[in-house]
């Protein structure tokens, strides 16, 4: 059974922690690392790089073994929306001073990118891209000769059905073959065995029993919670930083109009009449500017 005594990275709090549909599954991420110690890990759709980090974080703490690649277009899909410019560059700032020394930022799709890796040679993977049945079988199913015999893919939004969101479809088949554990929070996240050795640390989960998938489960949601509550604080506190600014731009232009030549002479103008204009001296060149 779990024990999380072993695994205390899982309560570290994430470096990285910016806006994410992730962040419940962080301790959870930082767990896998502690629990398979994989010498190759792998992320398909990295966006602002919360998943990915947290799995860095866990490879950096505990000084494992783990060469980790994150591979993204960052041009976003019609699921993520078209990214922002710099989200690539505000990741890489983040990235490169921490983690450069043993992770790599791999800007090209998921297609392009599995040219640069030997079969059999991933042992954990995280799909999180596009998410239609389609889209999320295909990475599957391409990356899947990469998987080593101990590995481990990772689904995310397998709890999704809205929109044509389709992991939920595609997991409950592929689930059907292999052992395999899910997280019902946070959108769902699907844990696959799909080579022939099941890695030691994790037998718990694919071997749980009814009772011991809820503890493990809740136990995984609760501190999970904490990581998701500090990320929509710090959301908010972007909110109000930026209407903040609002403000300052509103109150500067308020002055700039106030002291307007137009807009005195238009206040003369009501009050006072054309007679108040010409005795006020507006209209006369160099006066009243
Ligand atoms: C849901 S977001 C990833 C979220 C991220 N894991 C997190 O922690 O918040 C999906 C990402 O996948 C990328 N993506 C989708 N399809 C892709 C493809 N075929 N090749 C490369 N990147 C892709 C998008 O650019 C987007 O950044």
């Known amino acids: ?26 301790p959870f991420a930082m767990f896998i690392i502690s629990a398979m110690r994989p010498r190759v890990f792998v992320e398909l759709g990295s966006f602002r790089g919360v998943s990915y980090c947290a799995f860095c974080q866990a490879v950096k703490s505990l000084n494992a073994p783990t060469e980790c690649f994150a591979v993204d277009t960052w041009a976003g899909d019609a699921h993520a929306g078209a990214l922002e410019e710099n989200v690539l560059d505000d990741l890489r700032a983040h990235h490169d001073p921490l983690y450069a020394d043993f992770s790599r930022l791999v800007q090209a799709t998921f ?36 998987m080593s015999a101990r590995g481990v893919v990772l689904f995310h939004d397998t709890e999704v059905r809205e929109r044509d969101f389709g992991v939920w479809k595609f997991w409950a088949e592929v689930k059907s073959e292999r052992p395999h554990f899910e997280f019902l929070n946070g959108y769902g996240l699907g844990v696959l065995a799909v080579g022939a050795e099941i890695p030691d640390g994790l037998e718990f989960l694919f071997r749980a029993d009814e009772n011991e998938t809820r503890l493990i489960r809740d136990f995984f949601h609760q501190l999970g919670l904490r990581v998701e509550s500090a990320e929509k604080v710090k959301a908010q506190q972007n909110q109000i930083e930026t209407l903040h600014d609002y403000i300052e731009v509103l109150k500067t232009y308020e002055k700039v109009i106030r002291s307007s030549k137009t807009l005195r002479a238009y206040r003369v103008l009501k009050n006072e009449g054309f007679g108040g204009l010409m005795k006020k001296g507006f209209g006369k060149s160099g006066k009243n500017e």
């Open 111 to 146: 297609d392009e990118a599995l040219a640069e890796f030997a079969d059999a040679s991933i042992d954990l993977l995280h799909i999180d891209g596009f998410h239609t049945y389609e889209a999320v079988r295909h990475d599957y199913e391409t990356w899947l000769p990469k």
């Open 1 to 26: 059974m779990l024990n999380p005594l072993e695994h205390p990275v899982c309560l570290e709090f994430p470096l990285r922690l910016e806006e994410t549909a992730w962040a419940q599954h962080v």
